[in-house]
T-cell receptor, first 117, second 110 residues
Framework: GAVVSQHPSWVICKSGTSVKIECRSLDFQATTMFWYRQFPKQSLMLMAT?????????EQGVEKDKFLINHASLTLSTLTVTSAHPEDSSFYIC?????????????FGPGTRLTVL | SQKIEQNSEALNIQEGKTATLTCNYT??????LQWYRQDPGRGPVFLLL?????KEKRKERLKVTFDTTLKQSLFHITASQPADSATYLCALEDGNKLVFGAGTILRVKS
């Protein structure tokens, strides 16, 4: 199957700093990528839908100025957590849409563990 | 309100037995439903998709059923193995998005 990578796999930062997470589709092009957040023992919560060459669509309750998304190419989307605080500590997972016309087929990255001190 | 519910308690079974996991949903009308496996600290891995007009889908030791009247999907792993131990997530299609349940932890003991 298609491969999606994330970098870094984990990051620890101080409160108030910004952290950038990269999501790459390695062997296919993805017009659409998705960013999820997962707290311990909870479901993946969609944060935003990232479309190549256009602005991301954010889910209700997600601050677009805090979680900056850039989808500058068909293989790369980035999520920047600005002015991170301890409550932003979570597991961030991206996925890339395969472009299947029949259903919403997404390939998931391995996730990035963010810890804000 | 819309809900997706999976057993919050872990399912512990003996190796070789069949594991059955449940996914119930409320106030959704999904055209299809997906099941994923997630290991600790990893992203989800796609297992199976079943469409609303399909009653059952099989793949090797996996079987999924989908009852749109009951608004329920069952996920079965036959001849379970310790390597099947993981969290299993169901996900519903909701427009151009996937909505996930919280998952059920499966532990298979040898």
């Amino acid at each position: 199957g298609a491969v999606v990578s994330q970098h870094p796999s984990w990051v620890i930062c101080k409160s108030g700093t910004s952290v950038k997470i990269e999501c790459r589709s390695l062997d296919f092009q993805a017009t659409t990528m998705f960013w999820y957040r997962q707290f311990p023992k909870q479901s993946l919560m969609l944060m935003a839908t990232s479309n190549e060459g256009s602005k991301a669509t954010y889910e209700q309750g997600v601050e677009k100025d805090k979680f900056l998304i850039n989808h500058a190419s068909l293989t790369l989307s980035t999520l920047t957590v600005t002015s991170a605080h301890p409550e932003d500590s979570s597991f961030y997972i991206c996925s890339a849409d395969s472009g299947s016309k029949n259903y919403n087929e997404q390939f998931f990255g391995p996730g990035t563990r963010l810890t804000v001190l | 309100s819309q809900k997706i519910e999976q057993n919050s308690e872990a399912l512990n079974i003996q190796e070789g037995k069949t594991a059955t996991l449940t996914c119930n949903y409320t106030n959704y009308s999904p055209a299809y439903l997906q099941w994923y496996r997630q290991d600790p600290g990893r992203g989800p891995v796609f297992l199976l998709l079943i469409r609303e007009n399909e009653k059952e889908k099989r793949k090797e030791r996996l079987k999924v059923t989908f009852d749109t009247t009951l608004k329920q999907s069952l996920f079965h792993i036959t001849a379970s193995q310790p390597a099947d131990s993981a969290t299993y997530l169901c996900a519903l299609e909701d427009g151009n998005k996937l909505v996930f349940g919280a998952g059920t932890i499966l532990r298979v003991k040898s």
